[in-house]
């Protein structure tokens, strides 16, 4: 994993700072965890919030900058678009799912509309509140889970094998 993130182009660093930076607006702002004028929250913020912001904000930038093509591979005329696999739909959702799980971890949990409708303020204070800790740590293992695998194959690249005369075509991956 390592050795893909040292391979990272500036375009990809870049987009990696700009995710991160978003992630920690789009997770923090209307948490409050950010303070700002719009958003407010009656319950105080916790401690632990603001290292699962970080940790979240640097994962879903890495996260982020996966997807950015290189521009090496952006001149090869036998490049042909691809859709998403069923390994990248999965790492997009798992991905998805972890930055959903944080918003809900470091938010107030009276202010959480869902679970206001769910258990009342009450029940937001005495049951979802004690597990907002274990849905930060379960967001961030997500999100380290998705990284981890999209930088697994990061250097693995489609490679054509020459087709015989009673096989069709095929395709595998080299790294």
Known sequence: M??????FSRRRW????A?????????????DVIPNPVFGRPVPVTWWSYPV?????????????????????????????????????????????AGLLSFFAVGCPVCNKLVVIALGTVGAR???????PYLAALSIVLMAWALRSRLRYANACPVRLPA??????ATVSAS
């Open 19 to 31: 995710g991160a930076i978003g992630t920690a607006l789009v997770v923090g702002l209307p948490t």
């Open 126 to 132: 005495e049951w979802f509140e004690p597990i907002q």
């Open 2 to 7: 390592l050795a893909a993130l040292q391979q």
């Open 53 to 97: 912001l970080a940790i979240t904000a640097i994962l879903g930038g890495l996260l982020l900058a996966t997807y950015v093509r290189e521009p090496a591979d952006m001149g090869n005329p036998d490049d042909q678009p691809h859709s998403l696999d069923l390994a990248e739909q999965r790492d997009a959702r798992r991905g998805g799912a």
């Open 14 to 17: 870049l987009m990696a700072v």
């Open 164 to 169: 015989t005369a009673d096989a069709a075509p």
